[in-house]
């Protein structure tokens, strides 16, 4: 078992409080935040005070980043997340919003183009008795793995210059994709719920401002 000093445990319940004030209302989704140490997810070198700041983004391996608390709060929350749904991440990362989506009960497909980080997630999520299924990959023309099969929700956690409508393809009808979009540092959170197969069937919300590493294609096999 990883640690979790009961330090970490009190500046979670700070933390919990103040995605509250920002608006944060899903109880399944702060339950789980409130619950998973963070700690385990970020490189040994943090300075602990930045662990539950929920402002702070968090430099990992092959220079992507954690994504802040409330943005990990708030990009879930748009997904209007029930248990046992089943939903793909794309950019697993750390695999921290790997494992707030697994503690809310969903069944998570997780995927990243960077073999490292690929690697890594998927050895410690397996250590923590997360049953993700972590894919290294990059979903443009979708996982060989999966093929033919559509999700309930989809998540990014990069930013995309376009919507993918690949990922649109492999979202059910009346599924929901929460996804960055836009040139770097002008990117919008959108959240598009598909009512139909066709372009126009897709309604699309535009949320407020994003500030995502970049979608990119192809695997990194460094
Ligand atoms: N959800 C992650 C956020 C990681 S940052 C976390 O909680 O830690 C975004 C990640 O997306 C990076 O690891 C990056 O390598 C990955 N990424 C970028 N483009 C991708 C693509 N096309 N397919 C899969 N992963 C991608």
């Keep these: 078992m990883l640690p979790d000093p009961p330090k970490y445990q009190a500046w979670r319940r700070r933390m919990v409080t103040q995605l509250k004030e920002r608006g944060i209302t899903d109880a399944r989704l702060l339950a789980a935040m409130q619950k998973l140490p963070r700690q385990w997810f970020c490189p040994d070198t943090l300075l602990d005070t930045l662990l539950y700041d929920i402002d702070c983004a968090i430099q990992i391996d092959c220079n992507q980043t954690i994504s802040k608390p409330y943005t990990v709060a708030w990009q879930t929350q748009l997904l209007q997340l029930q248990p046992l749904m089943t939903v793909l991440e794309v950019?697993?990362?750390?695999?921290?919003?790997?494992?707030?989506?697994?503690?809310?009960?969903?069944?998570?497909?997780?995927?990243?183009?960077?073999?490292?980080?690929?690697?890594?997630?998927?050895?410690?999520?397996?250590?923590?008795?997360?049953?993700?299924?972590?894919?290294?990959?990059?979903?443009?023309?979708?996982?060989?793995?999966?093929?033919?099969?559509?999700?309930?929700?989809?998540?990014?956690?990069?930013?995309?210059a376009?919507?993918?409508?690949?990922?649109?393809?492999?979202?059910?009808?009346?599924?929901?994709?929460?996804?960055?979009?836009?040139?770097?540092?002008?990117?919008?959170?959108?959240?598009?719920?598909?009512?139909?197969?066709?372009?126009?069937?897709w309604h699309d919300e535009t949320l407020g401002d994003a500030n995502f590493v970049p979608m990119l294609e192809g695997k990194n096999f460094l």
């Design 91 to 160: 950019g697993t990362g750390s695999g921290y919003q790997t494992a707030v989506l697994c503690e809310m009960g969903a069944r998570v497909y997780t995927v990243e183009r960077q073999s490292v980080l690929f690697r890594k997630t998927k050895a410690l999520l397996g250590s923590l008795h997360y049953t993700a299924r972590c894919f290294l990959g990059d979903c443009f023309n979708g996982l060989p793995e999966m093929k033919g099969f559509q999700y309930d929700r989809i998540l990014v956690t990069c930013g995309a």
């Design 162 to 201: 376009s919507l993918p409508t690949g990922l649109m393809q492999m979202l059910k009808t009346s599924g929901v994709m929460v996804i960055p979009i836009g040139p770097e540092g002008n990117q919008r959170m959108h959240r598009i719920t598909k009512k139909g197969e066709t372009p126009d069937l």
